[in-house]
Nanobody, 122 residues
Framework: QVQLAESGGGLVQPGGSLRLSCAAS????????MGWYRQAPGTQRELVAHYSRGGGTIYSDAVKGRFTISRDNDKNTVVLQMNSLNPEDTAVYLC????????????????WGQGVQVTVSS
């Protein structure tokens, strides 16, 4: 059973920064990708950034140059550093984990966290 524990959301003024963290538990040996999506009211869920098992990263055009995703010392934790936030970044941010190995058993499953609210407002 995989669980994703998210932390770090909140209210910040335009131009400010926030740091989101997501820790995956459940005897995971390795994964394909781990990262963040976001969803604002009335919009579709969109990719923000993800970290691949080989160390590669992908960012949406909307956040490129402002957000940085990295893997924490705990191999199953990723951190999203968000800088130069603007009101358009306001959304629920959801952690996701895709493709998981438990030992030599692979599950091509996408797991989701509960989400954390990020609000950028003056």
């Amino acid at each position: 059973q995989v669980q994703l524990a998210e932390s770090g959301g909140g209210l910040v003024q335009p131009g400010g920064s926030l740091r989101l963290s997501c820790a995956a538990s459940g005897s995971i040996d390795r994964f394909n990708t781990m990262g963040w999506y976001r969803q604002a009211p009335g919009t579709q869920r969109e990719l923000v950034a993800h970290y691949s098992r080989g160390g590669g990263t992908i960012y949406s055009d909307a956040v490129k140059g402002r957000f940085t995703i990295s893997r924490d010392n705990d191999k199953n934790t990723v951190v999203l550093q968000m800088n130069s936030l603007n009101p358009e970044d306001t959304a629920v941010y959801l952690c996701t984990l895709n493709g998981v190995w438990f030992g030599d058993r692979f599950f091509n499953t996408q797991y989701w966290g509960q989400g954390v609210q990020v609000t950028v407002s003056s």
